[in-house]
């Protein structure tokens, strides 16, 4: 199975200290992996995506193959940052249609 | 970005009544939808793949006849959730890729849709 991971249920922070929210994928090929975000009462929203190699709101996430993972981190943690968050990736089908994945998804609360 | 809508925002229902719960693309043809469902505190899981002019594909385990879904128009896919029952009773999920453009592949999400079965 293709399965994305997210250990922890709950991360709590302190405004301004580091942040970095797990997440690991079963090996499959070359996944494509994404990172949601969920704010409160609000729809889930594409943060980044690991083939952009981009920095969104100060957050980066790093593909390791190695070690499977798509960890998202920042290095100085916002009240603002507080949400859900969810690791995604794309199912490797033999259809045209993009199926996602998700991982059980983090709850940060960056405490002021 | 790409727009996707849901409606109703939420739904009370009576065990054993049906309840459409509809789905747009605003701003975009998308050809595939996808419907998910999420529980409290829970991750979002896919029911189904609804393809515009033919059958949606549901998850394993996903009752076809339960949640009928039909995709009659390139901007439009509905949820139906037949003779509900409390335990049906959770938040649906949809979303749509615009086929190309900046934004291809990339799976933009409606608001969801709060449905309680009393």
């Known amino acids: 199975a293709q399965r994305v991971t997210q250990p922890e249920k709950l991360l709590s922070v302190f405004k301004g200290a580091p942040v970095e929210l797990k997440c690991n994928y079963s090996?499959?090929?070359?996944?494509?992996l994404f990172w949601y975000v969920q704010y409160s009462r609000q729809r889930l929203q594409l943060l980044l995506r690991h083939i952009s190699r981009e920095s969104i709101k100060g957050f980066t996430a790093d593909l390791n193959k190695g070690e499977t993972s798509f960890h998202l981190k920042k290095p100085f943690a916002q009240e603002e940052d507080s949400a859900m968050y969810y690791c995604?990736?794309?199912?490797?089908?033999?259809?045209?249609?993009?199926?996602?994945?998700f991982g059980s998804g983090t709850q940060l609360t960056v405490l002021p | 970005g790409a727009v996707v809508s849901q409606h109703p925002s939420r739904v009370i229902c009576k065990s054993g009544t049906s309840v459409k719960i509809e789905c747009r693309s605003l701003?975009?043809?998308?050809?595939?939808m996808f419907w998910y469902r999420q529980f409290p505190k829970q991750s979002l899981m896919l029911m189904a793949t609804?393809?515009?002019?033919?059958?949606?594909?549901?998850e394993q385990g996903v009752e076809k006849d339960k949640f009928l879904i039909n995709h009659a128009s390139l901007t439009l896919s509905t949820l139906t959730v037949t003779s509900a029952h409390p335990e049906d009773s959770s938040f649906y999920i949809c979303?749509?890729?615009?086929?190309?453009?900046?934004?291809?592949?990339?799976?933009?999400f409606g608001p969801g849709t709060r449905l309680t079965v009393l």
């Open positions: 979303s749509a890729s615009p086929p190309q453009g900046a934004f291809y592949n990339e799976q933009f």
């Open positions: 995604a990736r794309y199912l490797i089908s033999s259809g045209s249609a993009r199926q996602l994945t």
């Open positions: 609804s393809n515009e002019g033919s059958k949606a594909t549901y």
């Open positions: 701003d975009f043809q998308a050809t595939t």
């Open positions: 090996y499959s090929g070359s996944p494509e």
